[in-house]
């Protein structure tokens, strides 16, 4: 089962036009399956917040909660407002627990920081994070290009399976070590997440600039991008019984076009064996 959809519902007026804020998650979940939440990495959500988003949606949508930064290594100097880790893990737990019950939580993403690289103190962080997940499900991006180096990279994804973490698979542009490239493996039986940044390498390496956030998710991908991510997940559905894609790419609202021409893509019979299972329309 591959399901597609984009990061965040609130900020796609190519989607919905200019309604209420209130209206945007109800609309969004008529197209789309899933929603990434990044406001979750900001702040720990209240659960009256995702108690609504919750009521707002189809009984089969499905929610992935960005881990907030502090958990993550985020912070640097930044306050934090929990004083200890395990309070911290603990509040997020809590926040999650609307979605759990509804069985509308598909994954947790720990998304961890370019200066997070492959050594032996930080993966016992990513062990004591798992054991403190319990058992929801967690999956992994790295922004580190050491996890996937030559010498390490069979290594990361055999502790991944062993640890239980979803591997994170991520498009986003080749510009140095604050970044990956793509490793089409999954990690779980259970599922696997793949997110699509774009590939703006110049936007990429402005982080010193003010609107650094808007020119690093600047991109448009083509129909031969799309099509090559296309077999890309039909290769994964032999390892991973779930794949859900989200598109990062809206600076331009291009996030929304790109998701329907790949779910148009899925969809295309002539595309597809009888033994592939696609349900994102």
């Excluded at 399956?33 to 702040?43: G, L, R, T």
């Excluded at 930044?78 to 509040?91: G, S």
């Excluded at 399976?161 to 970044?179: C, F, L, Y």
């Excluded at 020119?215 to 099509?227: I, K, S």
Aim: charged residues 25%.
């Amino acid at each position: 089962m591959i399901e597609v959809g984009l990061t965040g519902f609130g900020d796609h007026p190519e989607l919905y036009g200019k309604i209420k804020a209130p209206e945007r998650l109800p609309t969004y979940s008529q197209h789309f399956p899933i929603v990434e939440i990044d406001s979750s990495f900001y702040a720990v959500q209240p659960v009256k917040n995702v108690t609504k988003w919750v009521e707002q949606t189809p009984d089969d949508f499905g929610f992935i909660f960005k881990a907030y930064q502090g958990m993550t290594g985020h912070l640097r100097g930044k306050k934090n407002y929990f004083d200890t880790k395990e309070e911290m893990f603990e509040a997020f737990h809590v926040s999650l627990k609307p979605a759990i019950d509804a069985g509308k939580l598909r994954m947790a993403l720990f998304q961890y920081p370019p200066w997070f690289d492959c050594n032996r103190d930080n993966v016992e962080t990513l062990r004591e994070t798992r054991e403190l997940m319990k058992d929801i499900p967690c999956a992994l991006e790295f922004r580190n290009q050491t996890w996937y180096m030559p010498e390490f990279r069979e290594r990361t994804l055999e502790f991944m399976r062993k640890e239980g973490w979803i591997h994170t698979i991520v498009d986003e542009p080749q510009a140095g070590m604050g970044s990956i490239p793509i490793i089409t493996a999954a990690t779980s039986r259970q599922a696997t997440y793949v997110r699509m940044h774009g590939r703006n390498v110049d936007g990429w390496h402005k982080s010193s600039h003010p609107d650094w956030r808007k020119l690093r998710y600047l991109y448009n991908y083509n129909t031969e991008e799309l099509t090559e991510w296309r077999d890309r997940l039909l290769q994964l559905q032999e390892q991973t019984d779930h794949i859900y894609i989200v598109f990062n790419n809206n600076s331009a609202g291009d996030a929304t076009p790109n998701a329907k021409e790949l779910i148009a893509m899925l969809a295309d019979k002539d595309a597809l064996s009888d033994k592939h299972d696609i349900s994102s329309i």
